[in-house]
């Protein structure tokens, strides 16, 4: 491509961008306007206290919301706006000057998130059509109203989703900086830096990420194992390390709080206490009847040890409870918390939505069959640049999964609002494989 060409295109790009910004700023009213759910009240009770303390990552919330929360100093704010679906409570959203700072944050972090990932993306696409339709389909996924009316509640759903966006954005230079000869030596360093920051913040958001982040260790093994030239690069070996640090502080975390009692008690009143089979395989593991006052105990000390073993064990039930509620997971794209205006521009965007956002399941399917597409193109075509793309690719399809998996059994109660993150990274890898294959099929043609 002539530097003339490539100027004009980058112009184009920016302009298409710059476009689908105007729209989301005008799309879903004032940036002020939020509203907050059942969770919320604890945000700000954790933001109350002392962030960096001993007990910073095993309390009922997470070192990152609780971490916005103190810095927008909540501590004495009362919440105007609550919305309880669960309860047929849907309400409006409304202006509550206390929380202006977190949901002016949670919009424009929003925006800048999933407006780098495209650039970033695309940045590294060969072909103008693909670059093009990359700065088009991410941010119109990032904009349309299933990623972007969680900007307006309080909540941890918006800070995972725009942490994420930015973490990928910044995993993509990282990979691509280790195979690419010309990066500078202080670019590398500030791109690996950037990044284990990242994580980490996306990470400590929800504890499901943490399994999400371990998908990455095995693969990062796998690089070095496969790729020998890479096991002296210091900055995978530190963004690894990092990684392996991070897990191990948030599986730990995990357990030393008290977080994991409330969904666990959920499933055992629901999956295991109805059912005479099962409470007799649970009493063979130790379980005092539930009316007695050592069952307490026993729950908190071998209740997650018990239900993995439980899950492990009856595979059948797993599967089926699994596969059973796999169209129901996705089934929506469309957040229960506020009602809006039914503007033109407002029903444009659902419309948008529905299409970019499909709720299928078979998105799960399209997923797979994607992916292989793109290991056998590796196959057939040994392009060091299509190997970095699969190997990412390995880590996205990898993580949604387990974490889908995790947050599906966890617990039994809002299973729907629980499995939104990995369902939403389904549908962003639908649209993500689509330009990686469009690309290679680009680089073919040129060969």
Avoid at 251 to 272: H, Q, T
Avoid at 403 to 417: Q, W
Wanted: hydrophobic share 50%; proline share 4%.
């Amino acid at each position: 491509m002539s530097i003339a060409k490539k100027y004009g295109l980058n112009i184009f790009i920016i302009l298409i961008l710059a476009g689908m910004i105007f729209l989301r700023l005008r799309a879903y009213g004032r940036f002020t306007l939020s509203v907050g759910n059942a969770d919320t009240p604890s945000y700000i009770h954790e933001a109350a206290m002392p962030i960096f303390a001993s007990d910073m990552f095993t309390r009922s919330r997470l070192f990152t919301t609780n971490l916005i929360y103190h810095l927008a100093d909540v501590q004495d704010c009362k919440l105007q706006a609550v919305s309880h679906p669960a309860l047929g409570m849907e309400i409006e959203r409304a202006a509550q000057p206390c929380f202006n700072k977190i949901v002016i944050f949670q919009n424009v972090f929003s925006i800048f998130a999933w407006s780098i990932l495209a650039l970033t993306v695309g940045g590294r696409l060969r072909g103008a059509f693909e670059k093009i339709l990359c700065v088009v389909l991410i941010p119109a996924f990032g904009f349309t109203p299933a990623i972007a009316d969680w900007d307006s509640v309080l909540g941890s759903e918006s800070l995972t989703f725009s942490l994420f966006a930015v973490s990928t954005a910044l995993f993509v230079e990282f990979c691509f900086t280790l195979v690419d000869d010309r990066a500078g030596k202080k670019y590398t360093t500030a791109i690996t830096i950037l990044t284990i920051v990242s994580l980490f913040l996306w990470v400590f958001t929800r504890d499901a990420n943490i399994y999400g982040l371990a998908v990455l260790f095995p693969i990062a093994i796998a690089v070095f194992l496969f790729h020998p030239n890479r096991r002296k690069n210091k900055h995978l070996i530190a963004l690894t390390l990092a990684g392996f640090v991070f897990i191990i502080i948030g599986l730990k975390s995990a357990a030393g709080s008290d977080r994991w009692k409330m969904p666990l008690g959920n499933v055992f009143s629901e999956y295991i206490l109805p059912y005479p089979a099962r409470v007799d395989f649970m009493e063979n593991l130790g379980m005092p009847h539930p009316e007695a006052d050592s069952y307490t105990d026993w729950f908190n000390e071998n209740g997650t040890r018990a239900y993995a073993r439980f899950l492990l064990t009856h595979p059948g039930f797993a599967v089926t409870s699994f596969s059973s509620n796999l169209s129901g997971i996705f089934s929506e794209n469309i957040q229960p918390y506020f009602f809006s205006d039914d503007t033109p521009l407002r029903k444009a965007m659902i419309s948008a939505n529905d299409l970019i956002h499909p709720n299928t399941h078979l998105v799960f399917l399209l997923d797979i069959l994607l992916f292989m597409g793109l290991c056998f193109a590796v196959v057939r075509k040994k392009s060091i640049t299509l190997i970095t793309w699969t190997w990412m690719s390995a880590w996205l399809i990898a993580s949604a999964s387990i974490m889908l998996v995790v947050s599906f059994f966890a617990d039994s109660i809002g299973i729907t609002r629980h499995t939104l993150f990995p369902v939403e990274l389904f549908r962003l890898m639908l649209w993500l494989f689509l330009v990686l294959l469009f690309d290679n099929t680009e680089r073919s043609a040129n060969l």
